[in-house]
């Protein structure tokens, strides 16, 4: 019988997991903020933030180190050029 | 083991005594104020449904589109020729009455006494009335604000503020050496329920780090406030003063068209929606108005339109966008702490959010107490974890709903005087308690040493 045990990452679990965390906190909030102020004249905005919500997620959920980094500095750059 | 590896486990060991001791000492009032301020996100909403259903006050459709206030506000400055204050607030949807919040001296009772006129802002006339200091949106805020506590009590929210801060941030840097091997989101498989709760505590702390960090911080400045603005010796921003022009009396008396403010707002100010009217009653014959701009996160009714009673012309303007970092930043704090720009979605989502610090600290106290026990080897502890914990979370209900009843039921001063004396007790024999321990901790070291 084959065994497929899951490689245990520690940098992603101790670190880039928990600081995507604290970014989706923030981009939750930010996200239901834009969508209620209704910034429909800035589109491409609430379509970026939409984005990185589910960037954000969807790193945290399937643990992809790549995905973990460029999402996080995805919505960093967001954050500092919107 | 290297000097290095040495002070990195040095480390690892005081942020676990800082998350231990500090929570454990402060988990009741995070859990307080957990609870409290998930339920104070929705003051207005839990006011305008006690206003509609409870008082039976509404307000049928304005003809005009325009709330319709004058007469009754008239009505009550005749009736009430000596009120030392009054403040207009607009309803925020149709249906919603106008409220005229006056101090009022009543014939019947001595001393000053806040109350609430509910007015129609269609038909334009007074449709109810209630001591405003007795009501339940006063009370909801005043418990998590002050804990109903009137000297220090805002303090002490402040201090539980930083303490929930740092316990976020010991968390923090204690999650990996507390996680091991294990995996985000994963649960043990255990019957243990010491683990089952010490995963919980750590899946739903770090799940909810950022929004109790920030919510901790902004209490913590919203609690300390007056403390650190004397120390920083910051000025409170937006304290325009308007010059006095005239007797106090002959002020409070003075006619004023409320349509032609309203239309002098949006003039001087068309981005301003008005929400807070309040005339002059020291002789400056002018009128405030208040109120938010759509889409900022900024305090509430911040900004401000000054304009003169004769004539309606603008005294003073103060435009949130307009002003410095400094002021930007003070006004973004209470916004940010109590979530009310993103609707009741956003609202919903702070007060979900909010109760993890509340879980987070029952949690670690229970962690706290099959931990003892089991370092002691006694299974068969008189009182349970679970026993425990639920006679301290009962006992907090208990206060929070008797303080609510004296509060509702018999006034808002008689409920303050009990919070006052409960708190101050429970914190004078906290202290004791703490300094005993800490002293009989120490001796005992101190003989052990001795003995060595």
Known sequence: MKHTKKHYHALIEHYLVP???FLLNINLIHIIYAYFNGSWDRLWHLVALTIAFAALGSAVLLKNQR????SMGYYLLLLAYS | ???RAGKAESNKKLFWRLHHWVGLYTGILIGVLSLTGAIAVFIPEIDELIVKHYYHAASVPSPSGIPQFGKSIDSLIKRYPDYSSLTINLPDQDGQTAKADMTIR????????RYDFFIDAGMDRIVGQRNQQNSL???LRQMHVRLYEGYWGRQLVGLGGIALAVVAITGLLIYGNFMKKQAWPNLRKTLDMRIIMADWHKLLGISAMAFNLVIALTGAWLG?????MRWLEIETPNTFKAPIVMEADADKTQYIDWQAVLAATKTEFPELIPRHLAPSTNGSASITVRGNIAGQIYERNINTLVISKSGYTPIFKYDVREQSFGHKFYFIQEAVHFGDFGGLLLKAVYAILGLTSGFLSISGFVIFLFRRNKKKGNSTAPTSP???TFVYSMLVLLFLIVIALISLFIGYTQAALVAGIVINVLLITLIAY???RYVIVRCRGKRQAGIH
Not at chain 2, 106 to 113: A, H, K, R, S, Y
Not at chain 2, 224 to 228: A, D, K, N, R, Y
């Open chain 2, 137 to 139: 949106a006063n009370y």
């Open chain 2, 434 to 436: 703490s300094l005993v």
């Open chain 1, 19 to 21: 600081a995507a965390l």
């Open chain 2, 224 to 228: 300390l406030q007056p403390w650190l």
């Open chain 1, 67 to 70: 995905l973990l980094w460029c």
């Open chain 2, 106 to 113: 009543p014939p019947d009772q001595d001393g000053l006494v």
């Open chain 2, 386 to 388: 679970w026993k425990t």
């Open chain 2, 1 to 3: 083991m290297s000097k």
